[in-house]
DNA sequence: AGGTTAGCGCGATGGCGTTT
DNA sequence: AAACGCCATCGCGCTAACCT
């Protein structure tokens, strides 16, 4: 697969997959259809592309069934998710005029254009803020390759570019990376400045005068010092740097990590200090340490020169909060606390209209809410649960930014488009419900026949549907961070009311868990919605860094298949059938039941590990004995999946012949 | 009763050596 | 150089024992 197909991911979905794939595989065949033709063959050969592809082509085209209903052929039965028919793949392959894999380097380079919004991630929003990049006197930018730093400096009143590099030419390929850099900078003040158009002519890259550095490993203190006095003016005998002997790079290099270990950012500080010997602990330092750290930032490498003078004084208490004691209850309570990362059900793939649990979800109003994908601001989260107070009858009021924040429940529904209407529920079996709702019948509702309903529901033994239900009400609705497949008391009261229709009111629930969020270490909930929220109030968060949505968010096939389950092609999920248990039943007749919701799977199996004692013909003796076995059984299965085939079909063939009641 | 944690299994991923 | 196969590693989910 040539690169430049991926250079621009956006646009997979709209690549010509089909004939790529086909292009691939005919190649692959006429490859081994020369070497047949000339002889080049000893033994064997082997060929590369879409092996799935090139079976489901020969067992149709090829004849290998009769007829087309009757899609027994063993291998392809294995590939059962696939939905295949005769015409499609006709159509798939007649359609295949062209291809576009036949020389890539002709086409156009496709990469994804940076925007403003790009490059946030790299500034720290508590450090530098891109507008104050415009201020500065200088920019530096250093860089490293090839184990070589140097870096580059842009005056910014004059918009001149220079390259400042202690080994007179740099790196082999330097002018070409000057050159990169130049042009990528260009661009980004373009879009800082908003005057895109008019950065186009070339940025041109001069050459700092500065010595040769006097050894072979003093290039990063060189730069450093550079970034810390360096001003373009040739003051120092003609040159913009002074001459560095060894031992002043020495002194240098001991000074800059002094200034980092010393550094009030430094999170090891004291670690390190305590290391040497030189730090006193007590608990007034450790508190001072701990707010200083609270309102810079949440961790990570600092990408600032060390400090030298002093810090100024940190930014982030005056924007964030409007007084000291949001502060303070902010650096005490939710300084670096974690953050519930949700998942999202994929719609696409369960809405087909053959999960239950789906329809149950759409019934209850939720699907858009379990749907909900968005990015989160983390910082902006903590500052939001930090100042949240939830009053009895539902009103959110909170602050972030200095923008107050109230969410009425009518709001609240409006915003989320969560159901309002309904029980309260708030763990305990609601009023209204106490003369339907028993736990054993909910226990019994949610288990499958026969399991131990007593004590704790584990994952495993509820029935499939609900387990995905499950899956989704302590993943998306009421989310936790453990002990997510065990059901618990309150999980089972509202599967019930769920699978029961009986109307819960959800926004109660889930101000409920927000508010308990509240309590110390917990970690804190639906951080998408409050994106949401602090958008409907305006609260500014161009300059926050912000997460993006990850595909193992996704509640998608992935989880079914965590399951153990996999959909036959007949489109029906079943459990899959645990190999490793084959050789743990060696003498005992037990039938597998494929297709049957209430067969278990085994305990783990315990591989026979030969002894020293054993020879090399008895080990031997034993893997054939094992082979026979597992054809044997593979044959059996094969036999009993045609025969339960048959029985559908004649099943299915009655039940047309008798009219409709 | 419910939260925490260790151990296990499974599947995805990527590195690396071999073959073509 | 591309393709392939093997294998170590990692992350996630499940279970059961332990803890609060």
């Not at 918009?159 to 790196?171: K, P």
């Not at 002093?310 to 930014?315: E, F, G, T």
């Not at 709702?437 to 529901?457: D, E, M, W």
């Not at 595909?551 to 029906?572: A, M, P």
Request: net charge neutral; hydrophobic share 35%.
């Amino acid at each position: 697969m040539p690169c430049l197909v991926l250079d621009d991911l956006d646009s997979l979905s709209t690549y010509d997959w089909s004939s790529a794939v086909h292009k691939y595989l005919v190649d692959s065949l006429n490859r081994c259809n020369k070497k047949l033709l000339f002889g080049w063959i000893a033994d064997s050969l082997s060929i590369s592309g879409n092996a799935v592809v090139l079976q489901l082509w020969a067992y149709e085209r090829l004849g290998l069934h009769d007829d087309c209903s009757a899609k027994e052929f063993s291998r392809v039965r294995r590939f059962s998710s696939l939905n295949y028919t005769t015409k499609k793949i006709d159509v798939m392959f007649r359609i295949a005029k062209t291809h576009v894999l036949h020389d890539y380097r002709k086409r156009p380079v496709i990469q994804h254009v940076w925007q403003l919004l790009d490059y946030q991630p790299y500034f720290r929003y508590d450090l530098v803020r891109l507008q104050a990049l415009l201020f500065a006197d200088w920019v530096f930018i250093p860089i490293v390759s090839d184990g070589h730093w140097w870096c580059y400096a842009l005056k910014v009143c004059t918009f001149q570019f220079y390259v400042i590099d202690s080994l007179a030419n740099g790196i082999k390929g330097r002018c070409r990376i000057d050159r990169s850099i130049a042009q990528n900078i260009q661009r980004f003040w373009g879009l800082l400045t908003d005057k895109l158009e008019e950065s186009k002519c070339p940025l041109l890259v001069q050459k700092a005068n500065i010595s040769v550095q006097p050894n072979t490993y003093g290039c990063g203190v060189i730069m450093m010092k550079a970034i810390e006095i360096w001003d373009g003016e040739e003051k120092y005998d003609g040159k913009s740097m002074p001459d560095y002997t060894n031992e002043e790079l020495a002194v240098f290099r001991k000074k800059f990590v002094c200034d980092w270990i010393l550094d009030e950012d430094n999170v090891r500080r004291s670690e390190t200090l305590q290391h040497f010997g030189l730090l006193v602990v007590t608990e007034m330092v450790d508190r001072a340490h701990k707010k200083i750290r609270a309102s810079s930032s949440t961790g990570g490498p600092r990408n600032r020169p060390p400090p030298s003078p002093p810090v100024s004084p940190p930014l982030t208490s005056n924007e964030l909060f409007s007084n000291d004691e949001q502060y303070e209850r902010f650096s005490t309570h939710f300084f670096e606390r974690p953050i519930l990362q949700g998942k999202y059900l994929d719609v696409e793939f369960f809405g087909d209209g053959t999960f239950e649990f789906f329809d149950i979800l759409t019934k209850a109003g939720l699907n858009d809410f379990v749907a909900c994908r968005r990015h989160y601001y983390p910082e902006l989260v903590r500052v939001f649960y930090s100042n949240m107070r939830v009053s009895d009858s539902g009103v959110i009021r909170t602050e972030v930014k200095k923008v107050k924040i109230t969410i009425k429940p009518s709001l609240f529904h409006k915003l989320t488009s969560i159901p309002s209407v309904g029980a309260p529920f708030e763990g305990n079996v609601v009023d209204d419900w106490k003369d339907q709702y028993n736990s054993v019948s909910a226990r019994q509702l949610i288990c499958k026949p026969g399991s131990n309903i007593q004590g704790r529901i584990l994952a495993g033994t509820m029935k499939f549907q609900t387990r995905i239900l499950h899956y989704v009400l302590c993943r998306i609705l009421v989310p936790r961070s453990t002990n997510v497949a065990q059901a618990t008391e309150e999980d089972i009261m509202l599967l019930w009311a769920l699978m029961n229709s009986v109307q819960i009111n959800w926004g109660h629930v889930i101000r409920n868990r927000m508010k308990r969020a509240t309590k110390d270490n917990a970690q804190l909930p639906y951080p998408h919605l409050i994106t949401t929220f602090m958008e409907h109030f305006g609260v500014p968060t161009e300059t926050d860094p912000f997460t993006q949505v990850k595909n193992k968010q996704r509640i998608g096939l992935e989880v079914l298949s965590s399951f153990g389950y996999h959909k036959t092609h007949e489109g029906i999920w079943v459990p899959k059938v645990n190999v490793g248990n084959i050789q743990e039943q060696v003498g005992i007749e037990q039938d597998v039941e494929v297709g049957n919701e209430e067969h278990e799977v085994g305990e783990p199996s315990h591989n026979p590990q030969p002894t020293s004692s054993q020879t090399l013909t008895e080990v031997i003796n034993q893997i054939q004995q094992l082979r026979t076995f597992v054809e044997h059984r593979f044959d059996t299965i094969e036999n009993r999946v045609g025969v339960l085939h048959e029985e559908v079909i004649q099943f299915r063939n009655q039940l047309e012949r008798q009219p409709p009641a």
